[in-house]
């Protein structure tokens, strides 16, 4: 049996459910009773990065071979404890890169020139009042990318055609790419104007972006972050938006989605946007393009097309 284990994109799941037999677990009555009775039948998994394969959910299948994940976050599923029990995990990567990338320039812009600000004081009347106050330049600017993966990549090359100085900070520097490393997230804040977040979710990078790297970007910088909400200390980032130590954001994810907190609502120095970097037709088809071309290879040969690198985790 392939387990369905949240609700993907309707054509996708005709598409699992036309060529597997699939069980929809969160559309049972009674998830619990169908583990306990069945969950010896399920050997592979379809699951949204959002909800991932939790332990306890692991736990109840015990002939799981593969878990495939839509999206290219895997922090929902715990990867080392999966490999270890021998079930092989796969994600959605490249396919998604560039809309990502081009979200965060977008948000990069809307940030520093004002854009939905701008907007909304245009339809509030408060042009006919008095010109919009001045904004801040994007071109020639200094960007620091908060993890140079694929999609850090995919925006450093986009923010090439701005002129923009490209620095980046990751565990380790990249070899061949011509933008400067620097060790921490603090040193590279306040090395730039704005810093564009694509660092991998999960434990080891939550409140990465802390208070002090806040104070580092400092009153003139902006931030944008489209990797995960848990990157991110958002009490901090509210209280420094607030008080004017830093100048902006544009934030694809938050702490606890779909909710924001009220004082982001309130505030006209941020861009908000629902989790939408992927969010096109084109990169949606292919992402579920990619899942089923996972399961079935893992179905014909026992293996997964995309799987999650070792050195990921
Ligand atoms: P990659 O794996 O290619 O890149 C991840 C980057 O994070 C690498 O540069 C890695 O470098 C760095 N990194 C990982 N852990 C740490 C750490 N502890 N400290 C500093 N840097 C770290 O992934 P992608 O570029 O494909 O995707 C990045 C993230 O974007 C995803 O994990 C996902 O959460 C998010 N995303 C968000 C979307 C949205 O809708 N908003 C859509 C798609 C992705 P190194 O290992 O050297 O540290």
């Known amino acids: 049996t392939l387990l369905q284990v949240s609700p993907l994109l309707p054509g996708l799941e005709r598409a699992l459910a036309d060529r597997y037999p699939t069980v929809r677990l969160h559309e049972l ?16 998994a379809v699951t949204s990065a959002r909800t991932g ?6 736990d109840a299948l015990p002939r799981l071979g593969a878990i495939v994940h839509f999206g290219v976050g895997h922090e929902t599923t715990d990867v080392v404890r999966a490999r270890a029990r021998g079930i092989d995990v796969a994600t959605t990567p490249d396919v998604l890169t560039d809309c990502v990338a081009d979200l965060a320039v977008g948000g990069l812009i809307d940030s520093m020139r004002r854009l939905s600000a701008a907007d909304r004081y245009v339809r509030a009347g408060g042009w006919t009042a008095a010109p919009f106050p001045l ?12 993890g140079l993966g694929r999609i850090g990549r995919a925006v450093a090359r986009r923010l090439e055609g701005f002129g923009t100085q490209v620095s980046y900070c990751s565990r380790t520097p990249v070899p061949g790419v011509p933008y400067r490393y620097l060790p921490t997230a603090e040193a590279l804040a306040a090395a730039c104007d704005a810093l564009v977040v694509t660092v991998a979710g999960g434990a080891a990078t939550g409140g ?3 208070a002090a790297v806040l104070d580092a970007l ?10 995960r909400g848990s ?14 130590r830093i100048a902006g954001a ?7 989605e779909p909710h924001v907190p009220r004082e982001l609502l309130e505030s006209d120095r941020v861009v908000l946007l629902p989790h939408i ?3 096109t037709h084109e990169t949606r088809e292919a992402m579920a393009d990619l899942v089923l071309r996972n399961v079935e290879r893992f179905m014909t040969e026992g293996v997964l097309l995309t799987p999650v690198p070792a050195s990921a985790h």
Do not use: C, Q
């Open 29 to 44: 009555p009674d998830p619990a009773a169908y583990l306990r009775d069945h969950g010896g039948t399920v050997t592979a």
């Open 53 to 58: 394969v939790g332990d306890a959910l692991m």
């Open 135 to 146: 904004a801040t330049r994007v071109s020639g600017k200094r960007v620091g990318i908060l």
């Open 208 to 210: 990465l972006v802390s």
């Open 218 to 227: 400092g009153p003139a910088g902006h931030l944008v972050n489209v990797a």
């Open 231 to 244: 990157v991110v200390d958002e009490p901090a980032l509210v209280t420094a938006l607030r008080t004017g």
């Open 250 to 256: 544009a934030l694809d994810v938050f702490a606890d």
């Open 277 to 279: 970097a992927s969010a």
